[in-house]
């Protein structure tokens, strides 16, 4: 089998190799901020104290260890390490993997096939893992950013547990900068802020924080230490990882919905931040604005709808990045407004009701008699028009006259719906009457 495939563990002490890979743990203990897989009730934990494997699905952000715990795991189990991406692999990889993968199985030993990118494979390249997971000629572990739920096949995934990597946190991140600090015998030339910089930087990628120590350390000149400043310039500020046509587009636009949701205007502004940071489409996003004026504030704030509009057609004659400050303006107005989800409701079960009911014709006394016929048939016979009477309500039943009333409307006792409650329980006595 070429090189190319065959990836066992080797000694990453080169000095000449990237310092990520020569600081890559050589044990599970040298793993840092996975401790909800690794502890003593992790479910990596107990594979390696039992010494027996399954095909994983490491899902996690990048620089979280995935490619490390592979490589450490095909050690717990004696396994041949296979590497491969699925962006430069194909059919024709895969089988020369499988044959090789056969061969060793008959000479006594497992193969542990890590696969990075596994998203990527089509639904065909998929398949073709399954019998080879199944007789337990690999033991596969599929390494991706993507919600598997979404992009990997149901008969695929069935076979494989997934497990959840989560971003490195602050202490995960000076934990690995104190290790490569202690590594290349010397503490970064960084002021306490530009250090503290540089791992907010690394936004929880660990590969990146040591591939940016790596470039100060050889970069930095001077006995002075580099400020946030300098720092910067250096190494040029690092985007917040965001896809817009990927999960993280809708865990970011979910996230800012549900905090206007509860009334937390600096969370909603933070989430709008970053969604603005990462690229997003501001129109996309004032889009959103607009469904939840209607779905979460609805008459309860008339003037909701009205300031999400209002931030649309701002935003579209300045453009960025003047236009974004009517769509923070838009924001705040939404989280602070009162809340009533009771339009959103009245919809479904008025749908429900059309649904149900089928075809059933408006009473007679609400119809138009434009012809003679019509007119004798009896449309339009008893209409009251509101207007002529007192109080400029008639008190008439519009629904079908095979249905029974249906309150389908129940405002809120927040904001305006509380006045419009009012109305509607007076129109009600009225009725009754």
Same mark, same amino acid.
């Given at each position: ?171 995960? *991140? /000076?934990?690995? +900068?104190?290790?490569? =600090?202690?590594? #290349?015998?010397?503490?970064?030339? %960084?002021?306490?802020? $530009?250090? &503290? ?74 989430? *709008? /931040?970053?969604? +603005?940071?990462?690229? =997003?489409?501001? #129109?996309?996003?004032?889009?959103? %604005?607009?469904?939840? $004026?209607? &779905? ?138």
């Amino acid at each position: 089998m070429s090189d190319l495939f065959s990836r066992q563990d080797v000694e990453t002490d080169d000095a000449a190799g990237p310092l990520a890979d020569r600081l890559r743990p050589k044990s599970f203990d040298e793993v840092v901020g996975q401790d909800h897989l690794l502890g003593d009730d992790g479910p990596l934990r107990r594979m390696i104290e039992t010494g027996k494997l399954s095909s994983l699905v490491f899902w996690g952000p990048p620089g979280t260890g995935k490619t490390t715990l592979a490589r450490l795991l095909a050690q717990v189990g004696d396994l041949a390490f296979v590497q491969i991406s699925a962006i430069f692999s194909g059919v024709a990889d895969l089988k020369q993997i499988f044959e090789a993968a056969k061969l060793r199985r008959t000479n006594g030993q497992g193969t542990l096939l890590f696969v990075d990118e596994i998203h990527r494979f089509n639904r065909a390249q998929q398949d073709s893992f399954l019998p080879h997971v199944e007789d337990g000629t690999i033991t596969l572990i599929g390494a991706t950013t993507e919600n598997p739920s979404f992009e990997l096949n149901g008969a695929l995934l069935s076979r494989m547990q997934v497990l959840v990597l989560r971003r490195l946190d602050e202490n995960a *991140l /000076a934990g690995l +900068l104190e290790r490569a =600090e202690s590594h #290349l015998g010397a503490l970064l030339p %960084l002021t306490d802020k $530009a250090r &503290e910089m540089l791992l907010a930087m690394a936004d929880g990628d660990g590969r990146y924080l040591l591939n940016a120590v790596e470039t100060v350390s050889s970069l930095a000149s001077g006995e002075e230490p580099l400020d946030e400043t300098a720092l910067a310039r250096l190494m040029q500020r690092r985007a917040p990882a965001y896809d817009k046509d990927r999960e993280e587009h809708y865990n970011l636009i979910s996230a800012l919905h549900k905090s206007l949701r509860g009334s937390d205007a600096d969370a909603a502004l933070y989430w *709008l /931040a970053r969604m +603005l940071v990462g690229g =997003e489409d501001p #129109l996309y996003i004032v889009r959103r %604005l607009i469904r939840f $004026a209607s &779905e979460d504030i609805g008459l309860a704030d008339p003037q909701a709808l009205v300031q999400a509009l209002a931030a649309r057609e701002t935003y579209e004659v300045l453009g960025s990045p003047e236009g974004e400050l009517a769509i923070v303006q838009a924001t705040l107005y939404l989280a602070t407004a009162p809340k009533s989800n009771a339009a959103y409701k009245a919809e479904k079960a008025a749908m429900a009701a059309a649904r149900g009911t089928g075809s059933l014709m408006p009473p007679s006394h609400i119809l138009n008699a434009p012809t003679s016929l019509m007119n004798e048939l009896g449309y339009g016979r008893d209409y009251v028009y509101d207007h002529d009477t007192d109080e400029g309500f008639s008190g008439q039943d519009y629904f079908p006259d095979e249905m029974q009333r249906r309150q389908f409307y129940r405002p809120a006792e927040r904001g305006f719906e509380r006045e419009i409650g009012k109305r509607l329980a007076w129109w009600a006595r009225k009725r009754k009457r």
